[in-house]
């Protein structure tokens, strides 16, 4: 099992970056398919990205594809989600969602992600 505490949230105008991060409490991190979501408010959960356990394999979103990178690094159990460019509509609560599986594949739904975090707030001004 393992715990996700998400950070680097905060109030930006637009046009700004942002960094966000996810750290993970356990040993088998490196074991992992993360993710990260957004939730604005009135809205369901979205996917933004995910990257494969060995960041051999990444995949985003079309409305932050271009804009956003996701990395991960293991040594440090943590995933980090870049944020330019960034525009009012991509303000949100970011959550970042773990599945431990070895798999190239993408897993871009929220029922493919078995844990999460308890998300950061970005908010982007205009």
């Known amino acids: 099992q393992v715990q996700l505490v998400e950070s680097g949230g905060g109030l930006v105008q637009a046009g700004g970056s942002l960094r966000l991060s996810c750290a993970a409490s356990g040993r088998t991190f490196s074991d992992y398919a993360m993710g990260w979501f957004r939730q604005a408010p009135g809205k369901e959960r979205e996917f933004v990205a995910t990257?494969?356990?060995?960041?051999?394999?990444?995949y985003y979103a079309d409305s932050v594809k271009g804009r956003f990178t996701i990395s991960r690094d293991n040594a440090k159990n943590t995933v980090y989600l870049q944020l330019n460019s960034l525009k009012p509509e991509d303000t949100a609560v970011y959550y970042c969602?773990?599945?431990?599986?070895?798999?190239?594949?993408?897993?871009?739904?929220?029922?493919?992600?078995?844990?999460w975090g308890q998300g950061t707030q970005v908010t982007v001004s205009s």
């Open positions: 969602a773990g599945r431990r599986i070895y798999s190239s594949r993408y897993f871009y739904t929220k029922p493919d992600y078995d844990y």
């Open positions: 990257i494969n356990w060995s960041a051999g394999s990444t």
